[in-house]
């Protein structure tokens, strides 16, 4: 049982958690049997973290239903999400409540040290509170996440890791809380000695992503954070990994995300206001994870990702196949099921759906369901949120109601021999899937009928 | 076979009357000296038969899995077979093969057969039809992918 560490950090490591736990729900394969998210934020109570631990938990909810023996054949939910940490949440010690100049202890410094201090950080970052991260600010990040060796939740994390494992971090560059821990979390993995199996953390296989500038903050004279530094400080911040990570071998892969075409959000500096909506960037940004996860690497390697146009709306086929292949049949299956158990539910939970007879008639009224309807709620929203985001991942058409095959963009669908049609098909063939699922237990009977059927469906409506 | 058709229909025999009954049994007319029974009963389970198998496996619609879904090809049934029966001895009287003989005269004599009685048969071939739809119904709708929830 291999297992993947995947350390989020800031709030772009907590959205591109977001969209990697979408891509495990709709069963795209990551070469690993679990996968252990642990967010490194010390602004907690910000939305976009928040919102991540609320869908890993909803995920984990309806995974703990489920058994994936060798009979089983759905993926859908197959990788398990491993909880290790409260709230999937590394905390960082003595951080709550506390000013910057409070964490370093400013006041009891000598004369010499304080004016060294005040070369380094400005008043404005000594006074600044650790609670809502580090706005920005590398420099102030770089102090306090230095930390993390020391805190317990790393010392679990160091307990739970075994020989074979592998780690990935993500964070962004340009901001305050990622562009600082990356490098220094890295340094703690292949350096530190303190902390148990420290031994084989230093030698195992580590893979990262570093997100370029992929959006704007609107300028507010009040927030710390301008995102007109976001070019300069990534500059800084890709020279810098260049001679310290790069080419010294640390890291086996290193993944490079960015994008020219840039959305201009609110300016939070954190907090519950700072929920910054599903950007096509950080989709990719997890196939990043699933990308290395199934890879073997010789040597460090350095990887970009490109698409077929620079056009303003990307869709399945602005992708190459390795990437195409990795996503589309899971996706599309995925998001079948997730239309017809939400535009047609009542019609699968009543008498009239046949495949309900003897298997499921006390399913639609237990939690799993709720969960699971919950789960397809989140999971509209995100891709709703990453088709208007700008640049677009327009990859569904959710509006195509009773016409279940105009789903996704650019692909028309194929005309089958079939009394049947639209909804009647995906009945039928799920009437029939359910006689081929060899799994035990009504959750994994569900699933499983969904994902034999979807798969048909799609080879027959919807293949490339 | 004859026996047992013959037996099923003189459930009736009050209803389409005992004249029609003895002409179909065959005793009645040398113009029809055959058992009418076993033809008329076999083409009914035929076709009772062929409407179950149609329902459940050949249209075996996700939309039809319920009771009206059901009772829309009961119905059908019900009406072919009613005109098969009506139709099938309407022939033979509309031949004049409904006749006897008369043992004072040796001429053929017209049975006591009217019209509405062979249209009370056809009413009676609907009515077993309608039970052997239902009969029928139980024994292969386990196996439809789509609608062995119907009738219920």
Same mark, same amino acid.
């Given at each position: 049982?291999?297992?993947?560490?995947?350390?989020?950090?800031?709030?772009?490591?907590?959205?591109?958690?977001?969209?990697?736990?979408?891509?495990?729900?709709?069963?795209?394969?990551?070469?690993?049997?679990?996968?252990?998210?642990?967010?490194?934020?010390?602004?907690?109570?910000?939305?976009?973290?928040?919102?991540?631990?609320?869908?890993?938990?909803?995920?984990?909810?309806?995974?703990?239903?489920?058994?994936?023996?060798?009979?089983?054949?759905?993926?859908?939910?197959?990788?398990?999400?491993?909880?290790?940490?409260?709230?999937?949440?590394?905390?960082?010690?003595?951080?709550?409540?506390?000013?910057?100049?409070?964490?370093?202890?400013?006041?009891?410094?000598?004369?010499?040290?304080?004016?060294?201090?005040?070369?380094?950080?400005?008043?404005?970052?000594?006074? !600044?509170?650790?609670?809502?991260?580090?706005?920005?600010?590398?420099?102030?990040?770089?102090?306090?996440?230095?930390?993390?060796?020391?805190?317990?939740?790393?010392?679990?994390?160091?307990?739970?890791?075994?020989?074979?494992?592998?780690?990935?971090?993500?964070?962004?560059?340009?901001?305050?809380?990622?562009?600082?821990?990356?490098?220094?979390?890295?340094?703690?993995?292949?350096?530190?000695?303190?902390?148990?199996?420290?031994?084989?953390?230093?030698?195992?296989?580590?893979?990262?992503?570093?997100?370029?500038?992929?959006?704007?903050?609107?300028?507010?004279?009040?927030?710390?954070?301008?995102?007109?530094?976001?070019?300069?400080?990534?500059?800084?911040?890709?020279?810098?990994?260049?001679?310290?990570?790069?080419?010294?071998?640390?890291?086996?892969?290193?993944?490079?995300?960015?994008?020219?075409?840039?959305?201009?959000?609110?300016?939070?500096?954190?907090?519950?206001?700072?929920?910054?909506?599903?950007?096509?960037?950080?989709?990719?940004?997890?196939?990043?994870?699933?990308?290395?996860?199934?890879?073997?690497?010789?040597?460090?390697?350095?990887?970009?990702?490109?698409?077929?146009?620079?056009?303003?709306?990307?869709?399945?086929?602005?992708?190459?196949?390795?990437?195409?292949?990795?996503?589309?049949?899971?996706?599309?299956?995925?998001?079948?099921?997730?239309?017809?158990?939400?535009?047609?539910?009542?019609?699968?939970? !009543?008498?009239?759906?046949?495949?309900?007879?003897?298997?499921?008639?006390?399913?639609?009224?237990?939690?799993?369901?709720?969960?699971?309807?919950?789960?397809?709620? /989140?999971?509209?929203?995100?891709?709703?949120?990453?088709?208007?985001?700008?640049?677009?991942?327009?990859?569904?058409?959710?509006?195509?109601?009773?016409?279940?095959?105009?789903?996704?963009?650019?692909?028309?669908?194929?005309?089958?021999?079939?009394?049947?049609?639209?909804?009647?098909?995906?009945?039928?063939?799920?009437?029939?899937?359910?006689?081929?699922?060899?799994?035990?237990?009504?959750?994994? /009977?569900?699933?499983?009928?969904?994902?034999?059927?979807?798969?048909?469906?799609?080879?027959?409506?919807?293949?490339? | 076979?004859?026996?047992?058709?013959?037996?099923?229909?003189?459930?009736?025999?009050?209803?389409?009357?005992?004249?029609?009954?003895?002409?179909?049994?065959?005793?009645?007319?040398?113009?029809?000296?055959?058992?009418?029974?076993?033809?008329?009963?076999?083409?009914?389970?035929?076709?009772?038969?062929?409407?179950?198998?149609?329902?459940?496996?050949?249209?075996?619609?996700?939309?039809?899995?319920?009771?009206?879904?059901?009772?829309?090809?009961?119905?059908?049934?019900?009406?072919?077979?009613?005109?098969?029966?009506?139709?099938?001895?309407?022939?033979?009287?509309?031949?004049?093969?409904?006749?006897?003989?008369?043992?004072?005269?040796?001429?053929?004599?017209?049975?006591?057969?009217?019209?509405?009685?062979?249209?009370?048969?056809?009413?009676?071939?609907?009515?077993?039809?309608?039970?052997?739809?239902?009969?029928?119904?139980?024994?292969?709708?386990?196996?439809?992918?789509?609608?062995?929830?119907?009738?219920?």
């Amino acid at each position: 049982m291999s297992k993947l560490f995947v350390f989020g950090i800031g709030g772009t490591g907590s959205r591109v958690l977001r969209s990697l736990t979408m891509m495990l729900a709709s069963g795209v394969k990551a070469g690993v049997d679990e996968v252990v998210p642990i967010i490194i934020d010390p602004d907690t109570s910000n939305a976009d973290l928040t919102r991540t631990v609320s869908l890993l938990n909803k995920y984990s909810a309806i995974r703990s239903n489920l058994q994936f023996s060798a009979d089983n054949e759905s993926l859908f939910f197959r990788t398990e999400i491993k909880q290790i940490l409260p709230n999937y949440t590394l905390l960082i010690n003595d951080t709550d409540d506390k000013s910057f100049q409070q964490f370093i202890d400013y006041a009891s410094m000598s004369k010499a040290n304080q004016s060294l201090t005040k070369m380094l950080f400005s008043d404005k970052n000594l006074q !600044s509170s650790m609670e809502v991260g580090f706005k920005g600010n590398p420099n102030i990040g770089s102090v306090v996440l230095n930390q993390i060796a020391h805190s317990s939740d790393f010392e679990t994390f160091a307990n739970d890791f075994s020989d074979g494992d592998r780690i990935f971090i993500i964070s962004s560059i340009f901001g305050g809380t990622g562009a600082s821990g990356f490098p220094l979390l890295l340094k703690t993995l292949r350096t530190g000695s303190g902390f148990a199996n420290h031994d084989i953390i230093n030698r195992a296989i580590i893979g990262a992503i570093t997100i370029l500038p992929y959006f704007k903050l609107k300028q507010d004279e009040d927030s710390e954070i301008d995102s007109s530094t976001f070019i300069s400080k990534t500059k800084s911040a890709l020279a810098y990994y260049e001679s310290n990570i790069s080419k010294n071998g640390s890291i086996d892969a290193l993944y490079y995300l960015a994008d020219d075409v840039a959305k201009t959000y609110e300016n939070h500096e954190g907090g519950s206001s700072q929920q910054n909506d599903a950007h096509l960037i950080e989709f990719l940004g997890a196939t990043a994870i699933i990308d290395f996860s199934n890879s073997n690497y010789m040597g460090t390697s350095n990887m970009e990702l490109g698409i077929k146009d620079g056009a303003d709306t990307v869709s399945f086929n602005s992708f190459y196949n390795r990437m195409r292949n990795m996503l589309y049949n899971p996706m599309v299956q995925f998001t079948i099921m997730a239309n017809a158990l939400t535009h047609k539910v009542s019609m699968y939970r !009543s008498n009239s759906f046949n495949a309900n007879k003897g298997n499921f008639e006390d399913l639609y009224n237990g939690m799993f369901f709720n969960d699971l309807t919950d789960f397809f709620r /989140k999971y509209h929203e995100w891709l709703t949120e990453m088709r208007e985001n700008k640049r677009s991942l327009y990859l569904f058409n959710l509006s195509c109601g009773d016409k279940p095959f105009d789903l996704v963009e650019g692909v028309k669908p194929k005309r089958i021999l079939s009394k049947f049609s639209d909804y009647n098909l995906v009945t039928d063939r799920l009437n029939s899937a359910i006689r081929n699922c060899k799994s035990n237990g009504k959750e994994n /009977k569900f699933l499983e009928m969904f994902y034999l059927g979807t798969q048909k469906l799609v080879k027959e409506k919807l293949s490339n | 076979m004859g026996q047992f058709f013959g037996s099923i229909y003189c459930w009736f025999e009050d209803f389409f009357g005992l004249g029609l009954a003895d002409y179909l049994w065959g005793v009645a007319s040398p113009m029809s000296p055959n058992n009418s029974f076993i033809g008329i009963g076999f083409s009914m389970f035929g076709i009772s038969l062929a409407m179950v198998l149609v329902f459940y496996y050949v249209v075996n619609h996700p939309r039809l899995d319920n009771w009206w879904g059901w009772l829309i090809f009961l119905g059908i049934n019900a009406v072919i077979n009613f005109i098969v029966g009506w139709q099938w001895v309407l022939k033979d009287y509309y031949d004049n093969k409904m006749v006897g003989i008369d043992p004072s005269t040796n001429l053929q004599v017209p049975l006591n057969i009217g019209e509405s009685e062979i249209l009370c048969f056809g009413v009676s071939n609907m009515i077993l039809s309608i039970l052997v739809f239902i009969i029928f119904s139980f024994i292969f709708k386990w196996w439809s992918s789509n609608c062995s929830r119907a009738p219920f």
